[in-house]
């Protein structure tokens, strides 16, 4: 009989899996996209006319904004930070223009609800992070360091203007929005809204052409 034990069974190496964090993922603003593509032809026929009501408080609601932002300049420049009413404030009107924008571009089909609460989703939404503390230099210059995204942004605009006017006769035709016309008018639309959070004061964080696949 033999005394060697028994043999054991080879013991395999452990494997540690790490979850990869999607570029632009952890941007203080950033889009939730669960939009299904389909479009309503009837709809998306008579877009233009469907979101005249939605213009209208928008242009209302961004005077209101110009003057705040104003306001909020000096006070986050004394503080270091951005007040909580101030921050939820504007937070709310660039969310609400997030959604109208996705709809207005076809990259979302439902009619957008007329505020910027987050009591209500929708298939294109902003997530923004409550206020951090920023450097005064930053706050100082805010307005001339966003230049060269203001400029990005704006073409940008031109591409979403792009993918909106294509994509209305192909929504009209298939009833549904080509994701990859979708994906890049997301992307678009993303970096506008972090430049224009930047603009406001809501992060410091700059606008990142990084953005995570929806």
Known sequence: MSDLPPEQPPVEPEVTTVAALEPGADHPIRLIVSDDLKRSRLTVFFRLLLVIPHFILLMLWSIAVFFVVIVAWFTALIKGRLPDGMHGFLASYLRYSTRLTAYWNLLADPYPPFNGGTNVTYPVDLHVEPPQDQRRWTILLRFILAIPAQILAWVF?????IIAF??????????????????????????????????ML?????????GPTP
């Open 157 to 161: 605009g031109q591409v979403l203007g």
């Open 166 to 199: 294509l994509g209305w006769f192909v929504c009209i035709f298939m009833g549904r929005m080509p994701k990859g016309m979708r994906d890049l008018g997301i992307y678009c639309l993303r970096y506008q809204q972090q430049t224009y959070g930047y603009l």
């Open 202 to 210: 809501l992060t410091e964080r700059y606008p990142s052409l990084a």
